[in-house]
């Protein structure tokens, strides 16, 4: 992917305080980055209905895991290794559905092969969409924030649908009143949102988008929820993921760029002679 167009623009980019990648990235281009926490992300609340489910899950006890998070993902992990177990053992009899390339990434890092990621629309939806028919049972671990549409969705389908809270998503330090200024002034080239709580903080911060700061959201639903708090967006990423966003935000700036990008990347994904 040429970033080059990346240099010397002022960006503002979520991270967490374990996650700077996308920043860094963007930082290695070329780019200004300003850090901003719009969120954090907390242990559940009810850690022992996670745990009962992760060693059901390693038990063999779900046909199917339904995951649309690493975040997840993590927590399910950090109990199995504390238990002694592995998040692979019920595999290859259970399977995994995930909600885009980047869960399937985490995925494979953790040992579990993915049956199922969507092809049309990379969420929650998608995977309701291409789910098989049920009976059966599956666990969807899902953070406090999520609604209900994978559960409710997979329930209708037939299946037996476990749900457990994996993970919360919290305030994070957010806009100070400088930074605030800042946006309000038209100081940054481009403002990335990558998820509807990042949005949703960024709208309730006060801080008014000029028309001249491109608002580059991760996915439909992240820019569904800017768009409800009155952000606009100006570019919307084709895939829920760091290269979707990245590549979504060289569109924005460069639709000319852009077009190479792709044409080049379609190209690299072909299958090999």
Partial sequence: MDLTALRGRRLLVPVTAERRHLAVRLAEAGAEVEEVEFIA?????????????????????YHWLAVTSRNALSAMDAIAKARGVDLAAPLPDSKVATVGEATRAVCAGL????????????????????FPKGPGKVLVPLGNLAAPVLPRGLER????????????????????????????????????????????????????????????????????????????????????????????????????????????????????A
């Fill in 157 to 272: 389908k037939g299946w037996s649908v476990t749900t457990v809270e994996a993970y919360r998503t919290v305030d994070g330090p957010g806009v100070g009143r400088q930074l605030r200024e800042q946006i309000e002034a038209g100081e940054f080239d481009a403002i990335l949102l990558t998820s509807g709580s990042v949005a949703q903080r960024l709208a309730r911060s006060g801080a008014s988008v000029p028309d001249g700061t491109l608002v580059v959201a991760i996915g439909d639903m992240t820019a569904a929820a800017a768009r409800a708090d009155g952000l606009p967006v100006a570019s919307v990423a084709t895939a829920p993921s760091y290269d979707g966003i990245v590549a979504g935000l060289l569109e924005a700036l460069d639709p000319d760029v852009a077009e190479s990008y792709d044409d080049a990347d379609a190209a690299s994904q072909e299958e090999p």
């Fill in 111 to 130: 040992g579990l092969d993915v049956e199922l990621v969507p092809s049309k629309r990379q969420n929650a939806r998608g995977i309701v969409e291409e």
């Fill in 41 to 61: 992300i907390a242990p559940t609340e009810n850690p022992e209905a996670l745990e009962e489910a992760t060693l059901s899950w390693c038990a063999g006890d």
